[in-house]
């Protein structure tokens, strides 16, 4: 009896490992990186980083239109790829366009992109607004997003500013990690949507 479980047992294991080889193979094939090599040869270092996130105005009415600017780096090899550039407000996609990098200039080449969003039929309320950059095989996707730290305020079309805030203004979220010259610029909105840096 003792026998028959350890055969069971074993052959419970076998038929897993079966299961995951199979589901690994129908995903594709994928290349273990180590610091962006491989024991079969050098893969391209890929770290793309959302560096700023800045929203005109951060007060708006129903209908407006809403300038969101997303700042990113590209700290990997050169080496060119095209992703969907996303924003979100309150989880919900409102914008996106491709967005190529990579062609040269790399590591540490700044980027910036510039959004609109026409926010008719939207219901008032606050809006927590993110920009999301997804790569695959990203040595480090934490950081290919960035949610702006104060919320957008719609108001009805026509309503007065609430007691403390004024329509209009701006708000920035910056990667405390990003070089103080490009991250001032970026909030002082010197910038322009530009693939060439600041």
Known sequence: MRKMGVLFGLLSMILLVSATATATADAGFRILKVGGETEGGDVAYINLIVRGVKVTPIVAHVGDTVRIDVALENRGDPGEETIP??????????????????????????????????????????????????????????????????????????????????????????????????????????????????
């Open 85 to 198: 550039l996303n924003i979100r407000a309150n989880g919900k996609l409102v914008a996106g366009r491709l967005f190529s990098f990579g062609w040269g200039g790399e590591p540490n080449k700044q980027y910036l992109r510039t959004f609109t969003w026409d926010t008719k039929g939207m219901r008032p309320g606050k809006y927590r607004i993110k920009a999301d950059a997804f790569v695959w095989d990203d040595d480090s996707p934490a950081d290919n997003s960035l949610t702006l730290k104060q919320p957008l305020v719609l108001l009805p079309a026509g309503a007065p500013a609430p007691a403390g805030m004024k329509i209009g203004g701006a708000a920035a979220t910056i990667d405390p990690r990003w070089n103080e010259t490009f991250a001032a610029k970026f909030t002082a909105g010197a910038a322009t949507d530009i693939a060439t840096g600041y």
